[in-house]
């Protein structure tokens, strides 16, 4: 997932950044169906405690060797705990065990209408009123939870509502921390906040599943050792390292908009790989969380 967009991107659009951009949609998307199935072999709060404190390491080393710094000053620390927390460890923790009840397509597009709950949250924080652009957002949003969640009929199961609020919970902590880093940002750079806050959000996640989870690393088998490596690997590292690049090579709203492919290969991959139902009630959640998504985004 992003960190936050840094504003101020340059507003030429290079193929360098689109490729980038590109590399860092399919390494998100795919990442869905891969916890998805890894959830098969290990708890969710393992599964995501344990990938996020290595990836983070691994950020952090591609941090240094770029001849950056990840130094914290003192007075930074309380804010950057709080953003770590609501960027990653609701996150990390609310989707994890989410998707022991819903299909990773569906949770994908629910957790993607985040700019669609930052530009509401705008309005109290940072004075922003909604405009048209933005009502309409929301109601699109609105229609494409909506159809998620009775796509199935009128019977909602017990299960599937409390994945529903799980995600959509973890969507909203992710879209308060964005905004709340507009108002009091973050004077660090990007993929050093990132690395600090993947690390510190990640970590307390991986203790408590520790303490109430059984985990049984010597059952899993090849495949799920291959998805573990590349859900550390690829979206904590490589998908980041991309994301901070395309957003040098972007304007920050493109790069924005560009990462509504996330669901998209998401919801197409879970299909192929997991064999989750693709139809037109699918199809039509997709087109109203993403419609409002770009609105949000544009305006």
Same mark, same amino acid.
């Given at each position: 997932?992003?960190?936050?967009i840094?504003p101020?991107?340059?507003?030429?659009?290079?193929?360098?950044?689109?490729?980038?951009?590109?590399?860092?949609?399919?390494?998100?998307?795919?990442n869905w +169906?891969?916890?998805?199935?890894?959830?098969?072999?290990?708890p969710?709060?393992?599964?995501?405690?344990?990938?996020?404190?290595?990836?983070?390491?691994?950020?952090?080393?591609?941090?240094l060797?770029?001849?950056?710094?990840?130094?914290?000053?003192r007075?930074?620390?309380?804010?950057?705990?709080?953003?770590?927390?609501?960027?990653?460890t609701?996150?990390?923790?609310?989707v994890?065990?989410?998707?022991?009840?819903?299909?990773?397509?569906?949770?994908?597009?629910?957790a993607?209408?985040?700019?669609?709950w930052?530009?509401?949250?705008?309005?109290?924080?940072?004075?922003?009123?909604?405009?048209?652009?933005?009502?309409?957002?929301?109601?699109?949003?609105?229609?494409?939870?909506?159809?998620?969640?009775?796509?199935?009929?009128?019977?909602?199961?017990?299960?599937?509502?409390?994945?529903?609020?799980?995600?959509?919970g973890?969507?909203?902590?992710?879209?308060?921390?964005?905004?709340?880093?507009?108002?009091?940002?973050?004077?660090?750079?990007?993929?050093?906040?990132?690395?600090?806050?993947?690390?510190?959000?990640?970590?307390?996640?991986?203790?408590?599943?520790?303490?109430?989870?059984?985990?049984?690393?010597?059952?899993?088998?090849?495949v799920g050792?291959?998805?573990?490596?590349?859900?550390?690997?690829?979206?904590?590292?490589v998908?980041?390292?991309?994301?901070?690049a395309?957003?040098?090579?972007l +304007?920050?709203?493109?790069?924005?908009? #560009?990462?509504?492919?996330?669901?998209?290969?998401?919801?197409?991959?879970?299909?192929?790989?997991?064999?989750?139902?693709? #139809?037109?009630v699918?199809?039509?959640?997709?087109?109203?969380?993403?419609?409002?998504?770009?609105?949000?985004?544009?305006?």
């Amino acid at each position: 997932m992003p960190d936050q967009i840094t504003p101020g991107a340059r507003v030429r659009i290079t193929p360098a950044g689109l490729l980038f951009l590109a590399t860092t949609s399919v390494g998100w998307g795919l990442n869905w +169906p891969a916890t998805k199935y890894l959830l098969s072999e290990l708890p969710p709060l393992t599964l995501r405690g344990v990938t996020g404190v290595a990836g983070a390491a691994l950020l952090a080393i591609v941090v240094l060797a770029c001849g950056q710094s990840l130094q914290v000053e003192r007075a930074l620390w309380p804010r950057l705990c709080l953003y770590a927390f609501l960027n990653v460890t609701c996150w990390m923790a609310l989707v994890g065990v989410a998707l022991l009840w819903l299909p990773a397509g569906e949770a994908s597009m629910i957790a993607y209408t985040m700019p669609v709950w930052a530009s509401l949250l705008a309005w109290p924080i940072l004075g922003e009123r909604p405009n048209l652009l933005r009502v309409i957002a929301l109601l699109l949003a609105f229609g494409g939870l909506t159809v998620i969640l009775g796509g199935g009929g009128i019977s909602i199961t017990p299960g599937k509502l409390t994945g529903f609020v799980m995600v959509l919970g973890g969507a909203f902590a992710f879209a308060l921390g964005a905004v709340l880093s507009k108002k009091w940002p973050l004077p660090l750079p990007p993929m050093t906040a990132a690395a600090w806050q993947i690390g510190l959000g990640c970590l307390p996640v991986g203790l408590v599943g520790a303490l109430i989870e059984t985990s049984h690393f010597e059952a899993v088998t090849p495949v799920g050792w291959w998805l573990l490596g590349y859900s550390t690997v690829i979206q904590f590292c490589v998908a980041y390292v991309s994301w901070f690049a395309a957003l040098n090579r972007l +304007p920050a709203s493109i790069a924005a908009i #560009g990462t509504t492919a996330v669901p998209v290969i998401g919801v197409v991959a879970s299909a192929i790989a997991l064999h989750e139902p693709l #139809g037109l009630v699918q199809i039509a959640a997709l087109l109203l969380t993403l419609g409002g998504v770009v609105l949000a985004t544009r305006s």
